[in-house]
């Protein structure tokens, strides 16, 4: 099956393979998805180019200015999952940075790994291996530098793996590691020829700029405004997930449109914020939702989840 030009797929399969040779109407379905790729490349490089200078033009502020900010927030990093696949894994959040508290043994009380100590592969697996899921970190994010930001919530230099050095121009970097592989994934219909894949590529370069501009996204998920438990209500033909919460007796009725397929079972506890269906959500209402916080955390493991599919590996930072 091929895609056409928009991204949906054509009805009618090729049979034939080129060594019998493709009847006409293959072949024309066939040449659509060839020209495709050779539109998007050069359409796309441009839009990726716009895009990193925007990013620049927004981040060029940011420089390690100071050693330490004396920072007491910072941020909480774990797996990042699409469905049960880790998209990124703790060990990978870890190494290169700083945490937030000392890393105490919990039976002796003896300090592990200092929080003054840049952690590396070693103190990543010490981490995981003692069985924790969740740990704090400290963040450029709450960075509390008066002026750009400081060696501490940064970590280690991306080049170097040392600690990063006071005047490095790391607003530049993030942004360049970000725009440059945006061509890449543009290139990526090129290399399928117009395959039909279940996500083409308005996951790639649109889906970031979607989520840098905060925009509303095309396929909108569900999300619950409350935490509360799962029940399912039928209304006139129409399916309802309702939300109740037991402690405040608040009770809120969302209605699924048709063809959505839903991500939480009946009697699932769930969290204020969780997704009821698939698709993306609009940080808009993760804001009002869950807090300034919760909207870092969604976008960093969004972006991950575009680059990381794509077979791109960015840092976090």
Request: charged share 30%; glycine share 10%; aromatic share 4%.
């Given at each position: 099956?091929?895609?056409?030009?928009?991204?949906?797929?054509?009805?009618?399969?090729?049979?034939?393979?080129?060594?019998?040779?493709?009847?006409?109407?293959?072949?024309?379905?066939?040449?659509?998805?060839?020209?495709?790729?050779?539109?998007?490349?050069?359409?796309?490089?441009?839009?990726?180019?716009?895009?990193?200078?925007?990013?620049?033009?927004?981040?060029?502020?940011?420089?390690?200015?100071?050693?330490?900010?004396?920072?007491?927030?910072?941020?909480?990093?774990y797996d990042v999952k699409?469905?049960?696949?880790?998209?990124?894994?703790?060990?990978?959040?870890?190494?290169?940075?700083?945490?937030?508290?000392?890393?105490?043994?919990?039976?002796?009380?003896?300090?592990?790994?200092?929080?003054?100590?840049?952690?590396?592969?070693?103190?990543?697996?010490?981490?995981?291996?003692?069985?924790?899921?969740?740990?704090?970190?400290?963040?450029?994010?709450?960075?509390?530098?008066?002026?750009?930001?400081?060696?501490?919530?940064?970590?280690?230099?991306?080049?170097?793996?040392?600690?990063?050095?006071?005047?490095?121009?790391?607003?530049?970097?993030?942004?360049?590691?970000?725009?440059?592989?945006?061509?890449?994934?543009?290139?990526?219909?090129?290399?399928?020829?117009?395959?039909?894949?279940?996500?083409?590529?308005?996951?790639?370069?649109?889906?970031?700029?979607?989520?840098?501009?905060?925009?509303?996204?095309?396929?909108?998920?569900i999300i619950s405004e409350?935490?509360?438990?799962?029940?399912?209500?039928?209304?006139?033909?129409?399916?309802?997930?309702?939300?109740?919460?037991?402690?405040?007796?608040?009770?809120?009725?969302?209605?699924?449109?048709?063809?959505?397929?839903?991500?939480?079972?009946?009697?699932?506890?769930?969290?204020?914020?969780?997704?009821?269906?698939?698709?993306?959500?609009?940080?808009?209402?993760?804001?009002?939702?869950?807090?300034?916080?919760?909207?870092?955390?969604?976008?960093?493991?969004?972006?991950?989840?575009?680059?990381?599919?794509?077979?791109?590996?960015?840092?976090?930072?």
């Open positions: 099956l091929i895609a056409n030009t928009s991204g949906k797929t054509i009805e009618i399969p090729i049979r034939s393979n080129y060594r019998e040779g493709l009847n006409i109407l293959e072949y024309f379905i066939a040449s659509r998805g060839a020209r495709k790729g050779l539109a998007d490349t050069a359409l796309r490089t441009a839009d990726s180019g716009y895009l990193t200078r925007r990013l620049v033009d927004v981040s060029q502020d940011v420089i390690i200015r100071e050693d330490d900010c004396g920072a007491t927030e910072g941020l909480e990093v699409e469905g049960k696949e880790v998209i990124e894994s703790l060990h990978e959040r870890l190494i290169g940075r700083y945490l937030l508290e000392d890393f105490v043994d919990d039976k002796t009380g003896k300090v592990l790994i200092s929080k003054d100590k840049l952690l590396d592969d070693a103190d990543a697996s010490l981490i995981e291996n003692r069985g924790v899921k969740r740990i704090k970190i400290r963040s450029i994010l709450t960075c509390r530098a008066k002026h750009g930001i400081c060696k501490k919530c940064y970590g280690a230099d991306l080049a170097t793996r040392k600690p990063v050095k006071v005047g490095e121009a790391v607003g530049i970097i993030a942004a360049q590691s970000i725009g440059e592989p945006g061509t890449q994934l543009t290139m990526r219909t090129f290399h399928t020829g117009g395959v039909a894949s279940a996500e083409d590529i308005t996951q790639g370069l649109p889906r970031v700029e979607e989520l840098f501009e905060g925009r509303k996204p095309k396929h909108l998920a409350i935490s509360g438990k799962v029940s399912f209500d039928e209304v006139k033909k129409s399916h309802h997930v309702v939300v109740t919460n037991n402690k405040t007796g608040e009770s809120k009725s969302y209605l699924i449109p048709f063809g959505s397929r839903v991500t939480v079972s009946e009697g699932d506890e769930i969290k204020a914020g969780t997704r009821l269906t698939e698709g993306s959500v609009n940080p808009h209402d993760v804001l009002a939702i869950s807090g300034p916080e919760a909207v870092q955390d969604y976008l960093i493991e969004e972006v991950q989840k575009v680059y990381r599919m794509q077979g791109v590996d960015i840092n976090d930072k």
